[in-house]
């Protein structure tokens, strides 16, 4: 071997010590760190065993908690794993005795925990099972595989079934009630409702689905409709928010009508609950009793009576404005309420109570009024001769109002009273006329001698006050009119209709008499009897006479109507041939036989006109004129009736004067009928106005009457004849050219009666005569004419 060869072996020995240390030493290092990864795996393997186990033992306790039993198969050909207290099941302390079913459970339970323990070891399948022990004790059965392994568990139910049951009980009761409650409330006349926490309607009854006009409960949740307003239900949610509920008394629309409603809402877990009971009655009553309080306050200070209303306490609690004045009391002392006692007090320093020896006792005796139940009357002699009568009435309450009248001038009353009476039946027996008084009951009270003198009566007959029955048979022996009588007791004893009445009754003897009767104030009658016989012997006479008088007027109203019908046919016959010659075509006439003929046809006319008054008249005695209204112009009815006047005008040089303006107009009239009256007046007037002067027309609108006035400036009419101008053939010429047979103004008085108006003469200012018409604006026709 060489030295190269030695060099070589020698350095590959030391490369091959060299590489088996560093082999080492790497080696070393990675086995440190190894075992450094090592043991930390280890420690945090035990840290998570440790865990597992601290688990294992609290889900170890979990399961011994309760009376439960969990039974583990790991391997299906190993013993399982029981956990948990068997004895509490089975009664001994064997656990595996709690896999053998049938020793403590019921069979039927037996077979069903087997069968469905067999499935869930076999297949898998869950199982949950109810049991019951023979002891009656309830049981689960849950079993569940869990990875490659099989658990059942085992757990008494006896209490949570009991408080199940009880719950179940419970809740039964509670929905019972609940829907009782809601059958209640729907049938409750007052709106109930249920709000949610977000402040809609979950609930309400018919009566609020019918407040708000909705179908039924279920149409006014699902649209939401709100009894209250928005004000109401914010103020109900700030009072519900601080803690308190909601109430108040509030006007509320109700099914389209205003109510007033007392509402109350309560703040509930899920939101409120509300009612609004109907108050409008209570509250409308309320309202009427203050009223009633109030009107009873103002008619007692209308009253006369002082009125003083103490209470149980003796103090006053009202008092009318009559109190305060009868008493002279300063309103501010009564207003403080004052005691029975200061009242009386205060009245005793002013003088104002009867004076009293012994005033205490006198007060107590009083004050026994707050504790007796009956009223007591008292008549009080005030200083200075004043009278009180004064009613205590005990109140149910325990007070006592006084009622206090003065009686002072009512006795002083009495007094002339009773002296009236006295003088009454001394001036009854003066009167000539019989007067008996009978009073209410029917019995006689009064009367005076000639009563007795008329009917031969004895004074013993009546001093027992007989009935008017027997005062009527008394006085039946010289009158046997029964329907008098009859009229008499039914005017003394009827009480229905209470009237005056008179009647007249003739004696056997001839006596005639006027009895009436008048009902008295107090109920009784007043009946008189008057002795007539002569005045009525006069007043046949008269009767008699009166109608041979109009016997007579009718006699001579169909006289001249015949006679004027009769006249006028030969009349018109007279006027037809005079105006026949008096034509140029018949022949010429000479100036003395053309003389004749006018005076033939003027004297025709006058008759003519007479015999048409006359019938006029007669035509208005019958009532069948009647009136063909139109609307008459006053202007041109004037006109008219002046050119009817013209010639006689010319004749005496007279002047005639119309005035009316022209806001005059017309009117509703007859217009003939109107121009005839004109016509008339102013024929008149021309027939008694001197020569040369002026007759006046005139015509004057009023607001409710047309007046038509003639005038002349003639000797006038003397104020004794002024209404008898009027009268029929009235005709009076003396110192006039006036001729005719007092017709005319007769005729006018007549028509104007027909249209609703009249006529009247007067001196004319300055001398003369003034005659007016006075038309009514709303005339109507076929009103009599005036006889």
């Known amino acids: 071997m060489t030295l190269a060869q030695l060099d070589r072996s020698a350095l590959i020995g030391f490369a091959l010590v060299i590489g088996v240390i560093a082999f080492a030493t790497t080696t070393a290092i990675v086995h440190v760190r190894f075992r450094a990864r090592t043991s930390a795996r280890e420690a945090a393997a035990f840290g998570e065993i440790s865990r597992l186990e601290a688990r294992i033992e609290e889900v170890h306790a979990l399961l011994l908690a309760e009376p439960q039993v969990v039974v583990v198969w790991r391997d299906p050909d190993t013993e399982p794993e029981i956990i948990g207290n068997t004895s509490a099941f089975t009664g001994v302390a064997a656990p595996t005795r709690v896999l053998a079913f049938g020793s403590w459970l019921s069979p039927t339970s037996a077979r069903e925990v087997e069968a469905a323990l067999d499935q869930l070891r076999r297949h898998g399948t869950v199982m949950s099972v109810?049991?019951?022990?023979?002891?009656?004790?309830?049981?689960?059965?849950?079993?569940?595989?869990?990875?490659?392994?099989?658990?059942?568990?085992?757990?008494?139910?006896?209490?949570?079934?009991?408080?199940?049951?009880?719950?179940?009980?419970?809740?039964?009761?509670?929905?019972?009630?609940?829907?009782?409650?809601?059958?209640?409330?729907?049938?409750?006349?007052?709106?109930?409702?249920?709000?949610?926490?977000?402040?809609?309607?979950?609930?309400?009854?018919?009566?609020?689905?019918?407040?708000?006009?909705?179908?039924?409960?279920?149409?006014?949740?699902?649209?939401?409709?709100?009894?209250?307003?928005?004000?109401?239900?914010?103020?109900?949610?700030?009072?519900?928010?601080?803690?308190?509920?909601?109430?108040?008394?509030?006007?509320?629309?109700?099914?389209g009508a205003r109510r007033t409603l007392d509402v109350l809402e309560v703040a509930t877990p899920g939101g409120a609950a509300g009612v609004a009971l109907d108050a409008t009655e209570a509250e409308t009553a309320r309202a009427e009793l203050i009223h009633a309080v109030s009107a009873h306050r103002r008619t007692f200070d209308q009253l006369s009576t002082a009125v003083a209303i103490f209470g149980r306490d003796q103090r006053l609690v009202f008092h009318n404005a009559a109190y305060a004045a009868l008493f002279e009391l300063d309103p501010a002392f009564l207003e403080d309420g004052p005691t029975d006692t200061a009242v009386l007090d205060r009245l005793r320093q002013a003088r104002r109570l009867p004076e009293q020896a012994d005033y205490r006792a006198w007060r107590d005796q009083l004050h026994e009024a707050y504790r007796s139940i009956e009223p007591r009357e008292h008549w009080w002699h005030l200083p200075g001769g004043r009278t009180l009568r004064v009613v205590t009435a005990p109140s149910p309450e325990g007070g006592v109002t006084y009622l206090c009248d003065e009686v002072t001038e009512r006795l002083a009353l009495e007094s002339r009273y009773n002296a009236l009476i006295r003088i009454q039946s001394e001036t009854l027996d003066g009167l000539a006329e019989a007067v008996a008084v009978f009073g209410s009951d029917g019995r006689l009270g009064l009367h005076n001698s000639a009563f007795l003198k008329l009917w031969r009566l004895a004074p013993a007959a009546l001093s027992?006050?007989?009935?008017?029955?027997?005062?009527?048979?008394?006085?039946?022996?010289?009158?046997?009119?029964?329907?008098?009588?009859?009229?008499?007791?039914?005017?003394?004893?009827?009480?229905?209709?209470?009237?005056?009445?008179?009647?007249?009754?003739?004696?056997?003897?001839?006596?005639?008499?006027?009895?009436?009767?008048?009902?008295?104030?107090?109920?009784?009658?007043?009946?008189?009897?008057?002795?007539?016989?002569?005045?009525?012997?006069?007043?046949?006479?008269?009767?008699?006479?009166?109608?041979?008088?109009?016997?007579?007027?009718?006699?001579?109203?169909?006289?001249?109507?015949?006679?004027?019908?009769?006249?006028?046919?030969?009349?018109?016959?007279?006027?037809?041939?005079?105006?026949?010659?008096?034509?140029?075509?018949?022949?010429?006439?000479?100036?003395?036989?053309?003389?004749?003929?006018?005076?033939?046809?003027?004297?025709?006319?006058?008759?003519?006109?007479?015999?048409?008054?006359?019938?006029?008249?007669?035509?208005?005695?019958?009532?069948?004129?009647?009136?063909?209204?139109?609307?008459?112009?006053?202007?041109?009815?004037?006109?008219?009736?002046?050119?009817?006047v013209r010639d006689r005008l010319a004749e005496g040089g007279l002047r005639l004067a119309i005035e009316a303006p022209e806001r005059v107009?017309?009117?509703?009239?007859?217009?003939?009928?109107?121009?005839?009256?004109?016509?008339?007046?102013?024929?008149?007037?021309?027939?008694?106005?001197?020569?040369?002067?002026?007759?006046?027309?005139?015509?004057?609108?009023?607001?409710?009457?047309?007046?038509?006035?003639?005038?002349?400036?003639?000797?006038?009419?003397?104020?004794?004849?002024?209404?008898?101008?009027?009268?029929?053939?009235?005709?009076?010429?003396?110192?006039?050219?006036?001729?005719?047979?007092?017709?005319?103004?007769?005729?006018?008085r007549s028509l104007m009666a027909l249209h609703g108006g009249s006529v009247s003469i007067s001196p004319a200012p300055g001398g003369g005569t003034v005659v007016t018409c006075t038309f009514p604006l709303d005339s109507h026709s076929g009103r009599a004419a005036a006889e």
């Open 464 to 644: 027992e006050r007989p009935h008017i029955d027997a005062v009527v048979a008394s006085c039946r022996a010289l009158s046997r009119d029964a329907a008098a009588w009859s009229a008499l007791r039914a005017a003394v004893t009827d009480i229905d209709e209470r009237s005056p009445a008179e009647f007249r009754m003739e004696r056997t003897d001839g006596v005639i008499l006027d009895g009436s009767t008048q009902p008295l104030p107090d109920g009784g009658t007043l009946v008189t009897f008057r002795d007539v016989t002569d005045s009525v012997n006069v007043e046949r006479a008269l009767v008699e006479r009166n109608e041979a008088l109009v016997a007579s007027d009718h006699l001579k109203n169909n006289f001249v109507s015949h006679v004027s019908y009769e006249l006028r046919s030969p009349l018109t016959t007279i006027i037809g041939f005079a105006q026949l010659l008096d034509d140029a075509g018949v022949g010429p006439l000479n100036p003395k036989q053309r003389a004749y003929i006018n005076h033939i046809n003027e004297s025709s006319a006058a008759l003519l006109a007479i015999i048409n008054d006359i019938l006029d008249l007669a035509t208005i005695d019958a009532g069948t004129m009647t009136l063909e209204l139109t609307e008459v112009d006053v202007r041109e009815a004037m006109e008219a009736a002046a050119e009817g």
């Open 130 to 255: 109810g049991l019951v022990a023979q002891d009656g004790r309830h049981l689960e059965a849950d079993g569940r595989p869990v990875g490659s392994a099989v658990v059942l568990r085992l757990r008494e139910v006896t209490g949570a079934r009991l408080a199940l049951a009880r719950l179940a009980e419970t809740n039964g009761r509670l929905e019972a009630d609940s829907a009782s409650l809601r059958a209640l409330l729907n049938a409750l006349p007052a709106p109930a409702w249920v709000r949610g926490a977000d402040g809609r309607l979950t609930w309400c009854n018919a009566a609020y689905a019918h407040a708000v006009d909705a179908a039924d409960p279920e149409d006014a949740a699902a649209r939401n409709l709100a009894l209250l307003d928005q004000s109401t239900r914010s103020a109900a949610e700030a009072a519900q928010a601080g803690g308190r509920a909601f109430s108040g008394r509030l006007p509320v629309v109700v099914a």
């Open 665 to 748: 107009g017309s009117f509703r009239a007859d217009a003939k009928r109107v121009r005839q009256i004109l016509y008339n007046l102013l024929s008149n007037a021309v027939g008694f106005a001197p020569d040369g002067s002026t007759v006046t027309l005139s015509a004057e609108r009023h607001q409710d009457a047309m007046w038509l006035r003639v005038r002349d400036q003639g000797p006038g009419v003397p104020p004794e004849l002024g209404e008898r101008v009027f009268d029929r053939f009235e005709s009076r010429t003396a110192g006039s050219r006036h001729r005719g047979v007092g017709l005319g103004l007769s005729i006018v």
